[in-house]
Every structure is written in structure tokens, then in C-alpha cells.
């Protein structure tokens, strides 16, 4: 959490910016609308015996129901109604059917009259409503501007609003007092981010630290009172070889400086990953500024002997079966059997970590380097990641890795930093800020300063000139001359309070990243100008704002030719940047967000329970599926089942896919039979469909129905309770459901929502294969096994996994390999539900109804590539859906 700005300037500023927000949701007005004609007969004759005054049958009585199209649940009812008949749901089968030229009639009418009065609101006000930047936006179009892309702000601005399942629609992102603070202090921060704080430039260095020098490696050679398991300890190595000397204490912890050839060959083991209470980290280090820098880590795995027998008093060995093989001989440590995955985190206080990459430590040394960006005061932290946990239970923990003749390891020789790795001195957003005017050091600054001055010999010129600039780069659009001056009150105010330079200029640039105009989406109803296109395309495919390409194209007035359109949208999907729409999209779309959000069941899932590696890498695959998809210009039907999947080996044998070793991704086939293919079998989807404890079909069929088929089923009635899952394993969920799909209000709905959801039953919390749940109850014997801490498993194997079902259509299916082919057969819905979500996120508006048949023209021009990612990408952007506010 960032401080707050000074408050002498904040209040002002805030003040002002508040006025121009104002305190509500940026709506705009919803016009009269129009009377409905020719539809009364229909409605009568087939609609209004269960949907009346008497019957009213869904709580629907269309003898009731005027049409108020300016009302917008009036409207959504309508299109509901249309939906219903379009679709041959109502009238219901058992009542007599409409014939073919009257349905076709009722439809037209309602259809036209709809559009048309859709289209005259949408015409008037545009499809979007204004809306500002959501805290991710906000956060890397700060990082763009200032140049800075270490900057972390988003995790201290408030939650966003969500409206049609994206943080991207201005009816959900509203702009109230409290925000406008945070948006305040975040912009505050970042501009103080990139402010030189010494006058000379920092000079390039490389420092080796060594693992024998850090204490949080040393320290846990030594037994104490909280930690007395050889498990938790870490070891000395002088080569390939143990130093027992040194363990216990009869030789110094290293050589130092005296001897620097052994120094470097001189290692720190461990065979548990970094958890408490044995966490090393390179504490010696402290990144001294925010930037660049490299990382390059010399490891290599071991194999760590197996305890051995201790004879008893009479001197009398113990028989084999009591040789405690599992507890490590840490003076008994040879070459690694294979690599060992290592994940490296930046740490702040109080144990703040930000993953920064990985890599695989060989049974060789070898040193890995990383090209990362680092914040003031973070260090670094490595995790040998595939390693266990040992965590307190009802018995003394196991190593689930351990064998009959030992456990595997990885050690640690040294750490080297190279950085800051500058571009340039002052940096580039210093320069942004200040421009050409020079620095001076201050002996005595003020608290929470930096120690530097910005000279200038003509205030009012130089704020003049740096304003016009600054708001040249930040605002999306050309700057007017009275733009400057509406800023330079705030800068010429802090000066008359006796403020520096320096934090005068500042002070305005705050105003500038809060105000309306850098923190809003600014379009106009109609036909979209080159600005707002240029805008709208870089939110879209990299998530922040345009850069100085795209402005230009727009200055000459050339990025809405079809052609620059599409080159520009190909390079955009190309480019670095991309990542951030994928992330951002997948985040809202598949809920990856909430990847983090629960933790698997520690009696129940103890095999998942504190495994980061397992949680991470099933993240990460779901991002570079995707990525893969848009890459390759992939159909749409591979989001339900594609022939391969992006594993790493910890996902791999997660899937029970054949092994292989490494820790990152690979693109692997899809064996064949195997239920693995698409989004819907991914371990990060199946875990945020589920709790942690349990699975429920209704979750995950609910789910599969708006995620993936875009056809979202209506909430729950009320008073209707939620099904406990039973989790002694004396019934399933499926035995449960059926009780439940009895009540006549749940019947209607739950016979489309459950099949989806029936078909991923065989798949847990974590996404393994299952064939039986799991239980746990202390009268049935337990599975034998130990988790990922440690414990001996708790949980038993119960009642077995029924995971076929019936669409609502009379199509079966058996198992989840059916029911995607059941779903790919319709491939252009797949298409369909995918252009929609991309419509959402791009231009922060819902698909209405009369965008429908621009959906349409979008999937006819993409049929040829089978749907394509890429494809229906490029045809979106060139639709009049996006082309249009």
C-alpha cells in the first residue's frame, strides 16, 4: 500500500477532480419508447393460458406486460419472450404448436420492433457508456507513460465493479470519493516513482551473494527448540560433497573472502521447499532502486541418503522394518537423480512475494538467469518447488518423495545481481516529467523526499512547458491550448505554499492522472474518430493505452482504413503487450483471477494442499492455451477439445499424460482416449468451479453454460435451499440432485444445467481424474499415502463417479469425452458465445439485441477458418460493433 500525497495539495486536487466525476455511475438517459402492434392475437391464443392473470406460469403474465421498451427490464422481459418462441421452448411441446407462417409472423414483428427501437436509443446515446479506467488499465497505462513497468498500483486501488462478467463496463465502474483518494495516492506514487533521487547515475555492477554468507540458509543447520527434524535443516556442501564438520559446528560456516575458488564451490542444501519454518532467501540483498536487473543462480540437485540404523543401548541394530529409511542422513549426500523445478519469487516485508519466473535445477551445477523487475527493497527468494512441505499433523510428517534409499534435494551456491540496468540517467519518466532541467543533491531533505532538487530559473515558463508535454503524452487525443492552463493553478499553488519545484510539478501531474479525461474512455455516439479507434483497439489487445504508433496513425487520420486496421491489429496480437489481453480477458472470462482464491482441502486433498507449483503451472497453461489459440488462428472448437494441451511436467503427471521433466510448458498431444483437450478439463478451470472440499454439478453445469455456450441460466428461485455435499460419502451429488430436480421450480432449469455439470464429475477440486469420490470418515480405513506435507492420508475412496448424462434435447452422453463431442458438433455456437465475450471486453458494452445480427456477419466472415481465435478477433475489429461507440 502506497501513502497517501501530501494532504496540503491532495484536498484541493481531489475537490476539483470530484466536481468534474461526479458522484454516480456515468450513465446516460434511457429515451420514451414505442406501443407494440400486431402481436396481440398470437399472444392470446398460444401464450396466454399459462401466462396470466390466473396461471401465471415463470411469474410472467403477458396479459399485464406492456411494452416499454425505455424501460430496460420491459425490454429484457420482451427479448426474453422472443427468445423463448424463437427457440421452440414456448410454446411448451405438449401444448399445440404456432404454425410455421403465424411464428414466423409473431417473430418478425417483434423482432423489427425491437431492433428498431433499440437502435434509435443507441443511435442517440451509443452502445457503451462512459466509463473510466479499471485499476488494471489504470496500472499499465501508468507504467507505459512513466515508463516504468515495475510500478505495482493496481492491488491498492478498490475492487471494480463487474457487469456482464468483465471489469470493462462503465455501469459497473463507478467514481465515488473514496476512489478518487486511492486514484489520488497511486498516481502520486508512480510519478514518485520515476523521480531521479541522486544526481549521478547509479553505476552498473554485478554482486555475487552466497548462500553460505545468508543466514536464513545457515540458520537452519542448527537444531533448536522449534525445529529438531533433520527434514527442516538445511546442510552444508563443498562440491558434490557434505561437510559434516561444518554442520555440526566444527568448522567455520564458509571460507569467505580468504579462499574465493572454494568460496564459490561451497553450497547450502535443503530436501523440504521454502516454508516454515526453513524459508532461505538471498537477505543480503536489497534491490537499491526499482528497475531492471538480472538474477543468475548457481543450484544443482542432490540425493540426500536415507536415515540410518542406530543401534540400541546393548549396542544390538534394530531390525530393517524399524530403520526410519524416510528421516534424511544429511552427512550422506551424493549427485541428484534428475532435475529439480526451483521457482523464484521477489520478496517485501511482511512475506510479500511476486512470482518471477522459474527454472530446472540440473544434477550438475549450472547457473539459470532471470531478466527481471524489481521494486525498491525486495529480495530474493527461491523455492525448490517440487519438494514437500512439512507440516504438523496427527504423526510425525513423511516425505511423500522419500525412498528406501533416500530423498532428493537441491543446493544453493550463489546469487548474482547485475542492476539497475538503466537505459539512460535521468530515466526515462524523469525525463517525461522534468525534461532537460538539471538536478542538485540536497544535503537535508525533507522526510520522505528524495535528496534532489529540480532546477529551474523560470517557474511559470518551465511548469508552462512541462505541462504541455506531459499532457501530450498522457491524454489520448490532441491537447488544446486551454487545456494547459486549466492544470497550471494546481502547480502555481503549491508554490505559492512554499513547495519545491519538483513536487509542484508533481502535484499537477496528479491532477492530470485524475482527471476525467486520462482516467475515462472518452467516445461520442456514432461513427468512432482515430483517437477513440486507437484507444479502443490498445485497451482491447494490450490492455492499456495506445502507443506512439497507433498515435500517429491517428494524427494523420489513417488507422479506420480497413487495411492499417488490420495490420495494426496483427501487430498488436504480436507483440509482448498481447499477454496483458490475454491475462486480463481470461482473468473476467474463465474467472483465472480466482485461481488463488480457495485452497484445497487439507483432510480431503492433503496430495494438493500447499502446492504452489501444482496451483501456478495450472494458471499458466490456461494463459498459454489461449495465447496458443490466437497464435495459431486455432478453430473455435478447440476451447471445448483441442489435441493437445500446454503442460509442464508437474501438470503432466498431474493428467496422468506421459512423463517427461521441466518445469516450463511445452505444447504435448492429446493421447488418444484421453479426457484431456480444451478449457473445460484444465486444472484452473475445474478449480475455480469447485471450493476446495467439493464439486457440484451446478456450479460447473452453470458454468459450462454461460463460459463456454453463452447461454447463461436464470439465478436460483428464492426460499429454494442449497445442497450440502455430503461429504462421509453416504450419498452423491447426483443422488442428491435428483430429489432436487423433483421441486417444479428447479425441474425446468436444472435439466439444462446439470448434464454439463454430470459430465466434469470426474474430475475433483484440483482437476485430477477421479472414478470414486472421496470421504472422510473415521470408521472407514484411510488410503495409505502421505501428502504434500507430510501427513498420512485421511480421507478413503467412497462411492463411485457417475458422470453420464441426457442433453435436454434426448442426446446421452457417458462420460466427459462424449459430451464434448455433443458440443463441438455445434461449432459455430462455440464461435458464436467466444465473439461475444471478445465484444464485451472490447468495446465495454453487453451484446444487445440488435447487435445480433453484427455476431452474425462476424461468424460468416470467420466460417472459412473454421471459426478461427485470430480470425474472429480481426472481424470484430473491423465490425461496426467496434467501429461505433
Known sequence: MFPLPPPRFAAAVGCALFALFGSTALRGAAPAGQALKGTEAFLDQHCAGCHDDVEKKGDLDLTALKFEPSDPKNFAMWVKVFDRVADGEMPPKKKKRPEPAELAAFSSIL??????????????????????????????????????????????????????????????????????????????????????????????????????????????????????????????????????????????????????????????????????????????????????????????????????????????????????????????????????????????????????????????????????????????????????????????????????????????????????????????????????????????????????????????????????????????????????????????GVLKAGGAFADAMITGYTAVLCSPEFVCIEEKPGKLDDYAVATRLAFFLTNSAPDAELRALAAKGQLRQPAVLRAQTERLLSSPQASQFYNAFLDYWLDLRKTMGTAPDSSLYDDYYLDDLLTESALEETQLFFAELVRGDLPARNIVASDFVMVNERLAQHYGLPAFEGVNHRRVPVPAGSPRGGLMTQAAVLKVTANGTTTSPVVRGAWIMERILGQPPPPPPPKVPAIDPDTRGATTIRQQLDKHRDMETCGACHVKIDPPGFALESFDVMGAWRDRYRAKDDAVPPEKGFGHGGQKFVFHLALPVDASGEMPDGRKFADVREFKQLLVANEAQLARNLAKQFTVYATGAPVRFSDRAQIEKILQRSAASHYGVRTLIHELVQSDLFLNK
Do not use: C
Open 111 to 492: 423482432q423489427k420492433t425491437l431492433v428498431a427501437n433499440e437502435q434509435a436509443r443507441l443511435a442517440r446515446e451509443g452502445r457503451a457508456t462512459q466509463r473510466r479506467l479499471n485499476r488494471f488499465e489504470y496500472e499499465n497505462t501508468l507504467r507505459d507513460l512513466l515508463h516504468a513497468p515495475w510500478l505495482q498500483v493496481k492491488d491498492s486501488l478498490p475492487e471494480d465493479g463487474e457487469a456482464f462478467r468483465f471489469n470493462k463496463v462503465g455501469d459497473a465502474l463507478d467514481m465515488s470519493h473514496v476512489q478518487l483518494n486511492r486514484y489520488l495516492a497511486a498516481a502520486d506514487y508512480a510519478l514518485r516513482q520515476v523521480v531521479a533521487k541522486q544526481v549521478e547515475a547509479p553505476l552498473p555492477k554485478v554482486t555475487r551473494y552466497y548462500a553460505r554468507e545468508q543466514r536464513s540458509f545457515t540458520g537452519p543447520m542448527k537444531f533448536t527448540v522449534f525445529n529438531t527434524s533433520p527434514e527442516r535443516a538445511s546442510f552444508p556442501m563443498l562440491g558434490d560433497k557434505p561437510q559434516p564438520d561444518v554442520r555440526a559446528g566444527n568448522a567455520p560456516a564458509t571460507v569467505g573472502a580468504a579462499d574465493p575458488v572454494k568460496r564459490d564451490l561451497e553450497a547450502v542444501g535443503v530436501v523440504a521447499s521454502n516454508y516454515e519454518p526453513i524459508e532461505p532467501k538471498f537477505n543480503q540483498f536489497r534491490a537499491p532502486m526499482a528497475g531492471r536487473y538480472k538474477v543468475r543462480l548457481n543450484t544443482f540437485s542432490v540425493w540426500v541418503g536415507p536415515g540410518k540404523p542406530v543401534p540400541n543401548k546393548e549396542g544390538k541394530m534394530p531390525p530393517p522394518a524399524n530403520v526410519k529409511w524416510w528421516i534424511p542422513d544429511l552427512d550422506d549426500v551424493t549427485a541428484g537423480r534428475r532435475s529439480e523445478p526451483v521457482t523464484i519469487y521477489s520478496e517485501a516485508p511482511p512475506r510479500q512475494l511476486r512470482l518471477l519466473g522459474k527454472f530446472d535445477a540440473k544434477p550438475e551445477p549450472s547457473v539459470s538467469e532471470l531478466d527481471v523487475w524489481l521494486l525498491e527493497g525486495e529480495t530474493i527468494r527461491p523455492d525448490p518447488s517440487r519438494l514437500f512441505r512439512s507440516r504438523p499433523g496427527a504423526s510425525r510428517w513423511q516425505n511423500p518423495l522419500a525412498e528406501k534409499d533416500g530423498q532428493p534435494g537441491v543446493a544453493f551456491r550463489w546469487l548474482e545481481v547485475e542492476g539497475p540496468i538503466l537505459d539512460g540517467w535521468p530515466s526515462a519518466g524523469h525525463k517525461l516529467l522534468f525534461g532537460d532541467l538539471p538536478v542538485k543533491k540536497i544535503d537535508k531533505p525533507a522526510m520522505g523526499l528524495a535528496p534532489v532538487a529540480v532546477v529551474t530559473a523560470n517557474p511559470a515558463q518551465d511548469a508552462e512547458r512541462l505541462m504541455r508535454n506531459f499532457l501530450e503524452q498522457a491524454y489520448r487525443r490532441p491537447v488544446a491550448k486551454t487545456e494547459v492552463k486549466r492544470f497550471l493553478p494546481v502547480v502555481e
